[in-house]
């Protein structure tokens, strides 16, 4: 399976912590010596520097990585990061759709219209421009209309509401949605569209939905063993080292204490 990362170019949104930055370790330990490219965007391009150095370091991989700064919010900022990939990283074969976060719990009345805004702005359309912006590049790619794997993450939320959540529920039902409409869209290519929802994950996701407290994150996983961004990373790397025919279209995944 390693055999089918040679020479591909990975692009993973919000890899700058959590499960984006599992999923660029992951790659790099599955194909270290494949020609194998990443291309990590987020917001912190410190922390993106400091992850590409160590994936080199700890993975002691001849993986190249290549670090950018990008905001999925801002559609110009999604443009102008496509417009300006070096030629080096342009074919890009395997798209990660994961930044997103969740901000408040709130019953819907009192959510504030900032956190609703944000929230369908990173996980929502911020994960379709950036499909539309890459799609292009599959599309051109082989005889077939297109070839390509695009991986969206969704959330168990997205199937299973919850009280307080109703917004971050909404975006990720979304998610799921266009995940399904894009794969009918695209059945005649190669491009492989992948869905993966996640149930409860330690990560700084928690933290962000506090603002930043991390006394209240951590209750959070109190009394619970939540699964580790690894544990979902893994999942996207098989989703992607399958034979061409093979599309994990559809995949839940969660703790046992959480089924
Ligand atoms: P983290 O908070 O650890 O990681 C989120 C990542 O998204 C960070 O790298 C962050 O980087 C990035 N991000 C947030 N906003 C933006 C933005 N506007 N532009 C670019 N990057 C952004 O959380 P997780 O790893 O848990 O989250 C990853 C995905 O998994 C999310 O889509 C989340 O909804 C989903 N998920 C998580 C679950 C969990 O329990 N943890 C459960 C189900 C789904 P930066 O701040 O540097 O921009």
């Known amino acids: 399976s390693t055999r089918r990362l040679q020479g591909k170019t990975v692009l993973i949104t919000g890899a700058s912590s959590g499960i984006g930055r599992s999923t660029a ?41 290549h670090a950018v ?15 300006g990939l070096p030629a080096e990283f342009r074919d890009i074969h395997i798209l990660v759709n994961n930044a997103g976060l969740v901000r408040g719990v709130a ?16 996980n929502v359309t911020g994960l379709i421009n950036m499909t539309q912006a890459i799609l292009p590049i599959f599309l051109a790619r082989g005889s077939e209309g297109g ?23 909404a975006t990720k039902a979304a998610v799921r949605s ?30 962000v939905r506090f603002y930043g407290d991390k006394s209240k994150a951590d209750a959070v996983y109190s009394g619970c063993e939540p ?19 093979v599309v994990i279209a559809d995949t839940l995944i969660f703790p046992s204490h959480q089924g």
């Open 25 to 65: 370790f992951e790659f790099a330990r599955t194909a270290p010596n494949a020609g194998l490219k990443l291309v990590l965007t987020a917001r912190r391009f410190d922390t993106l520097q400091q992850i590409a150095a160590d994936i080199s370091k700890e993975t002691n991989s001849n993986v190249k990585v």
């Open 69 to 83: 700064q990008l905001d999925v919010s801002d559609p110009a900022a999604i443009r102008g990061f496509v417009a």
């Open 107 to 122: 019953k819907a009345p009192e959510i504030a219209e900032e956190d609703m805004e944000v929230m369908f702005q990173t």
């Open 147 to 169: 070839e390509g794997d695009i991986i969206n993450i969704g959330s168990i939320a997205g199937r299973e509401p919850y009280v307080g959540g109703s917004i971050y529920c």
């Open 178 to 207: 266009f995940t399904d409409s894009l794969r009918k869209e695209l059945i005649a290519t190669r491009i492989r569209v992948i869905g993966i929802d996640p149930g409860q994950v330690e990560t700084e996701f928690s933290v």
């Open 227 to 245: 699964l580790t961004p690894d544990d979902i990373a893994e999942v996207i790397v098989f989703a992607a080292t399958r034979r061409q025919n």
